[in-house]
């Protein structure tokens, strides 16, 4: 106390969940923001410009109570490109890929292993390109990632090639996810595996605009990398966003 005001220290954080332990009250460490959002990331390139728009569906968000504390669980999303032969050209955007002020304790300590996890369509798609997944040391930067946003947004950004992509990929995974079928007990963290989704992309020229649908799901953990087109044991899973779509401008 100074001067008749109390000064709290740098843990009053803690000192404050400490006291909703003990009084049974419940604390959500990280509020929900359900506006819109636009997230432009660095456009230095000179390819074409483009939007990526993702509409949110009933179960983008779920929450997680661990004792007092509730935390608002949001998907792990990441788009990419390929030619003809299914190879990777370029990753568009990716959440949460460059560790900074990282709070997903999954990321943190399994770096890499954690996006090849979760996202194993991609993962197998930038391993055979010899590109390497981020971690801690070798994070991606600002021109193709941002922390997951908590609602429907829009991504402003630019293609790198100059190559014309022959389709557009994304690729959906939230944390414990789980259901009858997919658990703790037969793939571990994730719960239900990755969704993805895929448009294959005509003559491009501005103002098209190209829907990405669902196309199957990137197997459990243990599973060899692949689409597996089987969604009848999904639920939850494709109820995360309702729309994907490419705007070229």
Same mark, same amino acid.
């Not at 636009?38 to 230095?44: A, D, G, H, M, Y």
């Not at 504390?69 to 999303?77: A, C, M």
């Given at each position: 106390m100074r001067n008749g005001v109390w000064i709290l220290s740098r843990n009053h954080g803690v000192l404050l969940l400490f006291v909703a332990l003990l009084m049974g009250f419940s604390c959500v460490m990280n509020k929900m923001d359900h506006t819109h959002k636009?997230?432009?990331?660095?456009?230095?390139s000179n390819g074409m410009p483009i939007q990526v728009t993702i509409i949110k569906d009933t179960a983008f968000s779920a929450r997680m109570r661990l004792g007092?504390?509730?935390?608002?669980?949001?998907?792990?999303?990441?788009?990419?490109? =390929?030619?003809?032969?299914?190879q990777l050209m370029e990753t *568009? &955007?990716?959440?949460?890929?460059?560790?900074?002020?990282?709070?997903?304790?999954?990321?943190?300590?399994?770096?890499?292993?954690?996006?090849?996890?979760?996202?194993?369509?991609?993962?197998?798609r930038v391993k055979a390109a010899g590109k390497e997944l981020p971690s801690k040391e070798k994070p991606y930067t600002d021109a193709v990632t941002s922390a997951t946003p908590q609602?429907?947004?829009?991504v402003q950004t630019?293609?790198?090639q100059a190559v014309k992509p022959y389709a557009f990929?994304? =690729?959906?995974?939230?944390?414990?996810?789980?259901?009858? *079928? &997919?658990?703790?007990?037969?793939?571990?963290?994730v719960g239900q595996p990755s969704i993805v989704y895929s448009v294959k992309v005509?003559?491009?020229?501005?103002?098209?605009?190209?829907?990405?649908?669902?196309?199957?799901?990137g197997g459990k953990i243990q599973d060899p990398p692949a689409i597996y087109s089987d969604l009848s044991d999904f639920d939850t899973a494709l109820k995360q966003?309702?729309?994907?779509?490419?705007?070229?401008q």
């Open positions: 636009t997230i432009v990331l660095e456009q230095k007092p504390v509730i935390f608002n669980v949001l998907p792990q999303i990441v788009i990419w490109t =390929e030619d003809s032969l299914g *568009v &955007y990716i959440t949460g890929a460059d560790f900074k002020k990282m709070r997903h304790a999954g990321k943190n300590k399994k770096g890499a292993l954690f996006f090849s996890e979760c996202f194993p369509v991609w993962a197998s609602s429907s947004f829009t630019r293609l790198r990929f994304a =690729e959906i995974n939230k944390s414990g996810d789980l259901n009858a *079928v &997919y658990n703790k007990e037969n793939n571990d963290w005509p003559e491009i020229q501005p103002g098209l605009v190209c829907s990405l649908h669902s196309v199957g799901h966003v309702r729309a994907i779509a490419i705007t070229f």
